[in-house]
């Protein structure tokens, strides 16, 4: 049964990616006053790049070819793990913090691997701006992930939303630090502006996807959307746990549908965020980020104090 729920939600999450970041590129051409795509354009995408034949650069070896699948089950396993139809994971083993953090790890190292192996000297340089990301990113993530863990006494994130829709949190100022902490940086991780703009096709953030083309591109793209949908999905299982049924069950749908209000909602507010600032130089992308690293630090030692 666990199995059953695990492969639906990863088909639910696959079915809805395209979906939401569709949503992000409507809410941009609204707030840009211009008409804009449609929301299912993202869709359409999709599936003319499946029906395209496909190229593979010179010189290239196995990784370019196996980094769309990688990414692509990367993602669907790590949707499978989410506590999303309850507040319990149907794959436990796939829902541990630190197993999130070393599989969204390893999607990355092949997504900058894909741009170094083509040669491509503009991939390559997306690469590295893509490693230089993550090593911006991820320790204020960690941070604030362990803070959480400490509180809630366990690294599982069904674990963990459980203890704070009960209340029952030993630190509830960390808490609240260690949840505004990894908001923003789950904002960073979505690529928005003003730290990256998503659907940069000519922009160095997507310069890994240079040299793919036809059905590896599209699994790409989808692979991405996905990758959006479980950052968000793994915010709100932690840090807004409220909505779901408590055990899987019948209520499940009911479940399914709290999911996909709350990424509506959170989509919605990363959009209008996103159109209302401006694109700020990569170089200080570092300053903002040890500003979040400070607030993950300032949660763990609001833990050691017990606030």
């Not at 840009?32 to 790049?49: C, M, T």
């Not at 990113?137 to 941070?143: D, R």
């Not at 630190?171 to 998503?198: H, N, R, S, T, W």
């Not at 200080?284 to 690293?293: I, S």
Request: include cysteine; aromatic fraction near 8%.
């Amino acid at each position: 049964m666990n199995i059953l729920v695990a492969i639906l939600q990863g088909a639910l999450v696959c079915a809805v990616a395209p979906l939401f970041t569709g949503l992000s590129r409507v809410i941009r051409a609204k707030m840009h006053n211009r008409r804009g795509p449609s929301i299912l354009q993202d869709y359409r995408d999709i599936a003319k790049l499946l029906a395209r034949p496909e190229t593979v650069a010179e010189g290239s070896s196995f990784a370019l070819r196996l980094m769309p699948a990688i990414f692509f089950a990367v993602t669907f396993m790590l949707a499978m793990g989410l506590p999303i139809f309850s507040q319990e994971s149907p794959l436990p083993v796939f829902g541990d913090a630190i197993t999130i953090m070393y599989a969204l790890a390893l999607a990355r190292f092949f997504f900058a691997l894909t741009g170094i192996d083509s040669s491509n000297a503009f991939a390559g340089i997306g690469s590295i701006r893509e490693l230089l990301m993550s090593v911006l990113i991820e320790p204020s993530m960690l941070l604030a992930l362990f803070a959480t863990a400490l509180i809630c006494g366990s690294t599982d994130i069904a674990s963990m939303g459980r203890h704070i829709a009960a209340g029952d949190v030993t630190a509830p100022v960390a808490a609240v630090l260690a949840a505004i902490a990894f908001a923003v940086a789950c904002y960073m991780e979505l690529g928005k502006l003003p730290y990256d703009q998503a659907e940069a096709e000519q922009e160095l953030q997507e310069g890994p996807l240079a040299e793919l083309s036809g059905p590896s591109l599209a699994i790409a793209k989808l692979a991405m959307g996905m990758k959006q949908v479980v950052v968000v999905s793994w915010f709100c299982t932690i840090f807004v746990p409220w909505g779901e049924p408590a055990t899987l069950g019948a209520a499940a749908v009911l479940g399914a549908a709290v999911f996909l209000v709350k990424c509506l909602i959170d989509f919605a507010i990363c959009g209008l965020i996103e159109n209302s600032v401006s694109r700020s130089r990569f170089k200080v992308l570092g300053n903002q980020t040890w500003a979040v690293v400070g607030i993950a630090v300032l949660a763990l030692v609001f833990v050691v104090v017990g606030v």
